[in-house]
Structures are given as structure tokens and as C-alpha cells.
């Protein structure tokens, strides 16, 4: 569940504009909103910057996890 779409109607935005700055085509972020696919880490966070809200305002479910990798690839 998400509230991506209704984040953006309370924005004011049009929604080929959010999908532009977010740098994502109309269609991949309709498919955002209808949960067929999930954005990336970079997209999510790109999304929150232009519509000027919390992850969890777009997915109120969303859970904090940190994950450190101490060696890098080459470490393991």
C-alpha cells in the first residue's frame, strides 16, 4: 500500500512533471503507484525531494533498515 498518488494530488504537481524531475517516464511512475514495481533507493529518495515529503508519507508501512558493509565487495 502506498499513497503516492495521493501525495502527489496534495502537492499540486502534475504528475508527468513529478515523473520528470524524479527523472522516470509517466508510465514507470504510474506503475509505481498501481504497485507493479517499487523504486530503487535513489528514485525513492529523488521522489520524496520533489514532492517535499517523508518516505513514509509514500509508504506509511516503510520500516528503517541500515546495513553496513564493513569490507566492500572485494571482502567477501
Known amino acids: 500500500m502506498n499513497y503516492i498518488k495521493d ?3 496534495k502537492s499540486g504537481y502534475k504528475y508527468k ?9 509517466a508510465t514507470e511512475l504510474s506503475n509505481y ?4 514495481r517499487k523504486p530503487n533507493h535513489t528514485r525513492l529518495i529523488k521522489l520524496t525531494q520533489t514532492l517535499k ?6 509508504y506509511p508501512n516503510a520500516k528503517r533498515i ?3 558493509d564493513l569490507f566492500g565487495s ?3
Do not use: H, P
Not at 515529503?53 to 509514500?58: E, G, R, V, Y
Open 53 to 58: 515529503c517523508k518516505i513514509t508519507d509514500l
Open 74 to 76: 572485494e571482502g567477501r
Open 17 to 25: 512533471r513529478v515523473a520528470e524531475e524524479v527523472g522516470i517516464s
Open 7 to 9: 501525495v502527489i494530488n
Open 66 to 68: 541500515v546495513y553496513w
Open 33 to 36: 503507484i498501481a504497485e507493479i
